[in-house]
């Protein structure tokens, strides 16, 4: 995910890994295994955050339009969230230390990749690799957790552990990272992976011990492989078409066929779901009502967070004039509050119900969304930018720990590993959708933004046709060469005030589609988490 906040379940993952079969392992064990799966699991959390701080830097450098710098994101978002079921299944069949050390052996190399890439080409090429070796460390720590713990109570101290860590890692991650942009270079955000990675595979391989699922199949069989060729490729050509939209037009046949595949990819992977043997989404969970609105309000929340998330950035460093460093401080206030408050939060279901939590929580989190549309050019961030992430962190504090908990309990319990699992992954699609759609509106806005502000400027035609060349850049169009020093500040103001435009646009769609989520709540999340034989039941799976 492209948040601050982690994916929801996470933690629920591990705790509804199966104790089968397992033994609990030592208190030297324990602690290796801690150590190996929070340092592998904040390494592909870290790059889900810091890389938005790098990304107007990136812009710059490599000459990249806005289109590209997305894919930056979204090519290690694709496959993240279209492999990390099938991930998770590889290391029961093949053993988990195996298919994490894979994982983190793989990351390391994209890593390395996207350090020494030469063209934005590259980097995005080597972030979708960083994608499939993330896919399968992050199911596969959770994976390696719940063997080495089989009990309940083991499991819990391991469980608030590997949280409390990746949650510090993941607030401190983009701070770290925008240091490094400003003191050093872009690419050490990635080169930092490199020891964390040695230091991982040297750990898991000298000392986590290997288990995998002794009633899994052997081999392949059992794996949903067209699922998730289907899931990638339908998420991707989808994507694809929403990116290049705003500089080809809709109605460019490149376009239009990637948008066709899309669809088209996505209605077999409905359809291939229904009628697999083993698929690795079982539609059968969703005649569950709470179940189904829990993955409802995720899709439309996580939505709103990731996209938010993407832009804020280039507003802070390009227009605002922010450091990176101080861009990638500004969301910790909100980290702050959602560690402080997430045991207090995780209670509130016991004591009101799923619905109350998952409909104010997003309605004080759409709030947020709109306080970040308020601010212009300039200002204090104690007075623009700090307010909105306070009441966004409120909001978010009252709604994660609750959605986990409702996921976990609308089936039955057999069914908790795959539907943490599934929800995971869809605040994932979220964020990678998203990212998508809010560009084709800041787009559109700012284009149109940008015409009719220069042309209420005293400048030639050739100057203003010029500066709108540039819209595919967004804010990091520049004044052409040549132009006075007055006529320069003048048409980076209209840039300014032409990208503003476009992104309180985007502030006020993720308000919408958080309030959206708390109306999907109160419409149909059930009073309390439905567990058991009720969700066996309701579901009728």
């Not at 790059?47 to 339009?65: F, M, S, W, Y």
């Not at 969703?286 to 280039?314: E, K, M």
């Not at 599934?422 to 149109?448: E, Q, T």
Request: aromatic share 8%; proline share 5%.
């Amino acid at each position: 995910m492209v948040t601050t906040a982690k994916a929801p379940c996470d933690e629920a993952e591990i705790g509804a890994g199966s104790s089968a079969a397992a033994a609990p392992c030592s208190p030297a064990t324990g602690r290796w295994v801690l150590a190996a799966t929070i340092l592998g699991s904040s390494i592909a959390f870290i790059d889900g955050t810091v890389v938005n701080v790098a990304l107007p830097t990136i812009q710059e450098e490599l000459g990249a339009t806005q289109a590209a710098v997305q894919w930056v994101v979204q090519a290690y978002a694709l496959f993240l969230a279209a492999l990390i079921l099938v991930g998770g299944s590889l290391g029961d069949h093949f053993g988990r230390r195996r298919i994490f050390a894979l994982g983190v052996a793989i990351f390391a190399v994209a890593s390395a990749g996207c350090g020494l890439a030469p063209t934005v080409e590259v980097l995005i090429a080597a972030r979708a690799l960083q994608g499939i070796g993330g896919a399968l460390l992050v199911p596969g720590s959770l994976a390696i957790i719940s063997a080495a713990f089989p009990t309940k109570e083991q499991r819990g101290r391991a469980i608030g552990t590997w949280s409390a860590f990746t949650a510090i890692t993941s607030a401190v991650g983009p701070v770290v990272g925008g240091w490094l942009v400003d003191n050093a270079s872009w690419r050490w955000v990635f080169y930092i992976n490199l020891p964390l990675a040695a230091a991982v595979l040297a750990i898991t391989l000298t000392r986590v011990p290997e288990s995998r699922d002794p009633e899994a199949p052997p081999g392949l069989r059992g794996l949903d492989l067209l699922g998730a060729a289907l899931v990638t490729v339908g998420l991707g050509a989808l994507t694809f078409g929403l990116t290049e939209a705003p500089a080809r037009g809709w109605g460019s046949p490149l376009v239009v066929a990637m948008l066709a595949v899309g669809v088209a990819a996505l209605v077999g992977f409905v359809v291939a779901e229904a009628r697999g043997a083993a698929p690795m989404m079982p539609l059968g969970l969703f005649r569950s009502r709470t179940f189904a609105g829990a993955n409802l309000l995720t899709l439309l929340l996580y939505g709103a967070l990731g996209g938010a998330f993407f832009f804020i950035p280039f507003n802070l460093i390009q227009v605002q004039g922010y450091t990176s460093t101080a861009a990638g401080a500004t969301l910790l206030p909100m980290v702050v509050l959602l560690f402080a408050l997430s045991r207090w939060a995780g209670g509130l279901v016991g004591r009101f119900g799923a619905r109350p939590p998952l409909v104010v929580g997003p309605t004080v989190a759409a709030l947020g969304f709109a306080l970040l549309a308020r601010p212009g050019i300039g200002g204090s961030y104690w007075t623009t930018v700090f307010p909105a992430v306070v009441v966004l962190g409120l909001g978010l504090a009252v709604t994660v720990a609750p959605l986990t908990t409702t996921v976990m309990g609308a089936l039955a319990d057999r069914y908790a590993g795959t539907a943490s699992g599934i929800n995971n992954a869809v605040s994932r699609v979220a964020g990678l959708l998203a990212i998508a759609l809010f560009n084709v509106v800041l787009a559109a806005a700012f284009g149109a933004g940008l015409t009719a502000g220069v042309a209420e400027l005293d400048v030639p035609p050739e100057v203003q046709q010029a500066v709108v060349a540039q819209e595919h850049r967004l804010a990091a169009a520049e004044p052409p060469a040549g132009v006075d020093e007055a006529t320069a500040a003048a048409i980076a103001t209209a840039i300014d005030e032409a990208f503003l435009g476009g992104y309180r646009l985007v502030m006020l769609m993720a308000a919408a589609m958080s309030l959206a989520s708390a109306v999907i709540a109160w419409l149909v999340i059930e009073g309390s988490a439905v567990r058991s034989d009720a969700a066996e039941a309701s579901t009728g799976v």
